[in-house]
């Protein structure tokens, strides 16, 4: 990766001008992915899925950068959701998938193999189906049957990623539909208010992360600069910020293009201070190292904490996160933290994602890389066929 370019990030103008396919753009209209989805839930027919009853247990189908949908569901319905929540990205569908089960099959093309195998064993065995998919698809074909549910995406994200589809930039577009059908479910809490809030908070964010703010009142700027030349470690305080992890290693890959771990605590906590005393952690400056005629340093971790608002963090898991904060300081390893301001979970969590989304496209974007296609992913596609 190229040097960032700090003068770059300061000029929106020229910001805008580096990102053709409008990346940044796309992010800010995150809020109107929400609204947009909301309404074109309701004219699918989402808040009629419970009529039948609750499903015995639900499938969520979901690929490559749509399978955070599964991840923030996961979180969202905690380990007392009342039916079986399962998350999968292909291979087969589980044996026991029938007639009394629902799958969510998501997919922003609506012809990512993985999603599309399952609904369509899925609908083959009996089972009902929900599809977020664009329409014309053969996902969207195998939701529109009769008894299923299909909803494409927003209007908007159609319009501005004609030619990309990714579902980097609509996550909010996939999210919503799915998301509504589990509140009809009675499987996670978020009613039309609730999603209003999120709206709103996108909006908040996208305001507050704007291409014309400068670097020291840009927080999303800010972690560009920070993550810039390191190896991220992306470490959740606890289950719901897990999916933001997960979310933020996975657009710091695909945008960036920089390699980056998960993890949430406090399960990895001992994983990920083992990596500070390892060859990627800081050592000791040599006084006498010559720049010019040694070259470079190597890079160095670079820990990123995503914090849930704090009355919202159990006593225990605060103090797990704040001794991983310190030992990573004593270590010599540089720590950033993103902490969500107050709010219901969801209003949280996509806050928290909003601003490692668009660090990861200023990151791109002062690095000299196009955050919106990857010649290497294009080239991987070719070769499979």
């Not at 840009?218 to 560009?224: C, G, I, M, S, V």
């Not at 990895?268 to 040599?286: K, N, Q």
């Not at 990861?360 to 070769?383: F, I, K």
Request: hydrophobic content about 50%.
């Amino acid at each position: 990766m190229n040097a960032l370019d700090e003068t770059l990030l300061g000029d929106g103008d020229a910001l805008t001008a580096a990102d053709p396919s409008g990346v940044l753009r796309s992010l800010a209209g995150a809020g109107a992915q929400v609204r947009e989805a909301v309404e074109l839930s309701a004219g699918a027919g989402t808040g009629r899925l419970a009529e039948d009853g609750r499903p015995r247990a639900v499938v969520v189908a979901a690929l490559g950068g749509a399978s955070v949908v599964a991840d923030v569901l996961t979180s969202l319905a905690g380990r007392s959701c009342p039916v079986p929540l399962v998350a999968r990205r292909g291979g087969p569908l589980p044996s026991w998938v029938g007639p009394l089960d629902l799958v969510v099959a998501v997919s922003m093309s609506g012809r990512a193999p993985g999603p599309l195998a399952l609904a369509t064993e899925a609908a083959r065995r009996g089972a009902r189906v929900v599809t977020v998919a664009a329409d014309g698809s053969p996902l969207a074909a195998l939701g529109a049957r009769p008894g299923n549910v299909h909803v494409p995406p927003a209007r908007g994200v159609r319009a501005a990623e004609a030619g990309t589809r990714s579902s980097r930039v609509s996550l909010w577009s996939l999210l919503t539909p799915v998301l509504l059908a589990a509140h009809a479910l009675d499987l996670v809490r978020t009613p039309a208010p609730v999603l209003a809030a999120v709206a709103d908070r996108l909006d908040a964010e996208a305001e507050t992360c704007r291409p014309w703010s400068e670097v020291f009142v840009n927080p999303a700027k800010a972690l560009a600069v920070e993550l810039s030349g390191a190896v991220p470690v992306v470490l959740a305080d606890g289950d719901l910020m897990a999916a933001a992890a997960r979310r933020t290693a996975s657009v710091l890959a695909r945008t960036a293009r920089v390699p980056a771990v998960a993890g949430a605590l406090p399960d990895d906590a001992s994983e990920v201070v083992a990596t500070f005393g390892g060859p990627f952690a800081a050592r000791p400056e040599d006084v006498f190292a010559d720049p010019f005629l040694d070259g470079p340093t190597g890079p160095r971790l670079q820990l990123t904490l995503l914090r849930d608002a704090p009355a919202a963090v159990p006593d225990a898991e605060r103090v797990v996160a704040d001794a991983v904060a310190r030992t990573a300081e004593d270590a010599g390893v540089r720590v950033s933290e993103v902490v969500a301001e107050p709010g219901e979970p969801l209003v949280r969590l996509a806050q928290v994602i909003a601003r490692t989304d668009f660090a990861a496209a200023y990151l791109a974007l002062a690095s000299g890389t196009d955050p919106a296609a990857s010649p290497q992913v294009a080239d991987l596609r070719q070769r499979l066929g």
